[in-house]
C-alpha cells in the first residue's frame, strides 16, 4: 500500500539512490557529479546549497572619489592659527566693552636676530680678552671686561621682554600697536579711516613668513603707518581686509557654534 501511495517524503537536500523511471531522472539532472571520496556510506547523498547575496547597484559616480581621484582644496583663506577667544591681560585693558576682540600678536622672531647677534658676538669677545688679559695677570682689566659683558647680555634680555609684550591687535573697529616694557606706547588707527593697506615681503621675508604692514589713511599723517615683522603677513591681511568690508560675514562665522557647522556640512 505504501508504494502506490507514490513516493516517500524525503529531507531537504536528501536524495535516494538513483534508479529507474522519472526519479532517476530528476536526480541525475539535479545532483552535481560526486567523486567517489565524497559519497558517504548507504548510499545516500547531502548536496550543500550556496547561499547568493545580491549587492546593491552603486552608480560609478560614487566610486569615482575611492579610485585615486584627487580632491580639490578647499576654497577661501586657509587659517593658519586659529582665532583667540579671549584676549590675554595685556591687551584687555585697552579695549573698551562695545568692542569685539578679533586677535592679537606678537613680532616674528626675526625681529630679535640683531639683539641676539650682538650677545653673541659680546660672548666671543668676552672669551678672546679673557684670554689675552689671562697672559698678562691683569686682573682689573678682566673684570671690566665681564662688567661690559654683562651690561650687553641685559640689554639683550630686556630687548627680549621687550618684544614679549610688544603686540599687534586687531578688533571689529581698529588696529593697535602697544609696545615698551617700562614706557608704554598704544598706537591705534580706525578701521574706517583706512584708505589704503599693504605688506611686503622681502626674500627673507618670504622665507621666514613675515612682513611689514603698511597703513594709509587719507594722505595723513598717524601714529600708526608701518608695522614691521609681523609674522603669517597673508593670513592677517586676510583677517584685517575681512573684517573691513565683511564684517557681518565676520560675525556670523564666530558666532556659530559646532552644531551649526555639522549642520551646514549636512553631517
Known amino acids: 500500500m505504501a ?3 507514490g513516493p516517500s517524503r524525503r529531507r531537504s537536500g536528501e536524495f535516494d539512490e538513483p534508479g529507474n523511471g522519472a526519479d532517476a531522472e530528476r536526480n541525475t539532472e539535479r545532483l552535481p557529479p560526486v567523486q567517489p571520496d565524497d559519497e558517504p556510506a548507504g548510499g545516500r547523498r547531502f548536496v550543500a546549497t550556496a547561499r547568493v547575496e545580491e549587492f546593491p547597484d552603486i552608480p560609478a559616480e560614487e566610486l569615482a572619489g575611492l579610485r585615486g ?4 582644496p578647499p576654497l577661501g583663506p586657509v587659517r593658519v592659527l586659529p582665532l583667540e577667544e579671549e584676549p590675554s591681560a595685556l591687551v ?12 592679537e600678536w606678537k613680532r616674528h622672531w626675526i625681529h630679535l636676530v640683531p639683539q641676539l647677534a650682538i650677545g653673541t658676538a659680546a660672548t666671543f669677545a668676552l672669551g678672546y680678552v679673557a684670554g ?7 686682573s682689573g682689566l678682566t673684570t671690566v671686561a665681564i662688567l661690559v659683558w654683562l651690561g650687553v647680555m641685559g640689554w639683550v634680555g630686556w630687548q627680549v621682554a621687550d618684544w614679549f609684550y610688544d603686540r599687534f591687535i586687531l578688533t571689529n573697529k581698529r588696529v593697535m600697536v602697544v609696545a615698551g616694557l617700562i614706557t608704554r606706547r598704544v598706537a591705534m588707527m580706525p578701521l574706517l579711516r583706512v584708505t589704503d593697506m599693504k605688506y611686503e615681503q622681502s626674500p627673507m621675508g618670504r622665507l621666514f613668513n613675515y612682513g611689514t604692514f603698511v597703513l594709509e589713511s587719507a594722505g595723513q599723517e598717524q601714529a600708526l603707518r608701518e608695522v614691521k615683522h609681523l609674522p603669517n603677513p597673508n ?5 584685517v581686509v575681512e573684517e573691513m568690508y565683511e564684517p557681518q560675514a565676520v560675525e556670523a562665522r564666530l558666532s556659530q557654534t559646532p ?9
Not at 581621484?69 to 580639490?72: F, L, R, S
Not at 584687555?92 to 568692542?99: A, C, M, R, V
Not at 593670513?235 to 583677517?239: A, G, I, N, V
Not at 552644531?259 to 553631517?267: C, E, M
Request: aromatic residues 16%; hydrophobic residues 30%.
Open 235 to 239: 593670513e592677517l591681511y586676510l583677517r
Open 92 to 103: 584687555s585693558q585697552y579695549l573698551f566693552p562695545t568692542e569685539r576682540y578679533r586677535g
Open 69 to 72: 581621484t584627487p580632491t580639490p
Open 132 to 138: 689675552f688679559l689671562a697672559r698678562y695677570t691683569v
Open 3 to 5: 508504494s502506490d501511495a
Open 259 to 267: 552644531d551649526d557647522v555639522k549642520a551646514d556640512d549636512g553631517s
